[in-house]
């Protein structure tokens, strides 16, 4: 960008010498045609309109070059814009080198979705079946409660008709 900016620079500067030059340039052609109104001689008016006539040309020649330069400096830019869209193109959707398909941006980032997805589907099985052995230890553990409270109950309820039957037979 910095040499860009300096040749961009450079082509300002040398507009702004070309057109002092070119100003007075035509600022001498232009005084010299009010010459030619007072000149009798044929010889010396096309002496004088030839050089007038070669000095037009000079001035239209440096504007012609100057023209094609910028038309070459132009065609270069668009063959390097195109170069850098395909390249770009290339980048972004893959290409093909000598045989071989290298991935692209596109490619790049479709792997790593699937790499990404793969192991995140990974993590969630795991998950899930830490949540399934978590699940099946509290039902096995809250069986193993209710069953303790139905053996509480049951000699609970065993004590009780024990007793019940050691006061009755007192009671005869």
Aim: charged fraction near 40%.
């Amino acid at each position: 960008r910095i040499v860009e900016e300096n040749n961009r620079l450079d082509r300002y500067e040398a507009l702004q010498i070309e057109a002092v030059t070119s100003g007075r340039k035509n600022a001498a052609i232009e005084m010299k045609w009010a010459d030619l109104l007072n000149m009798d001689i044929p010889q010396e008016l096309n002496d004088t309109l030839q050089f007038q006539k070669n000095a037009c040309n000079q001035i239209i020649e440096t504007k012609d070059r100057r023209i094609r330069d910028f038309q070459t400096e132009l065609k270069n830019k668009d063959e390097e814009y195109v170069k850098m869209l395909k390249q770009q193109a290339a980048d972004i959707g893959g290409e093909t080198r000598g045989g071989k398909v290298s991935p692209g941006i596109i490619g790049k980032m479709r792997e790593q979705y699937h790499t990404l997805r793969r192991h995140y589907e990974h993590q969630l099985e795991e998950i899930e079946a830490a949540f399934e052995a978590e699940r099946a230890e509290h039902l096995r553990k809250n069986k193993e409660d209710i069953e303790e409270l139905f053996e509480k109950r049951r000699h609970m309820e065993e004590s009780e008709f024990l007793e019940k039957r050691q006061e009755r037979e007192r009671g005869f």
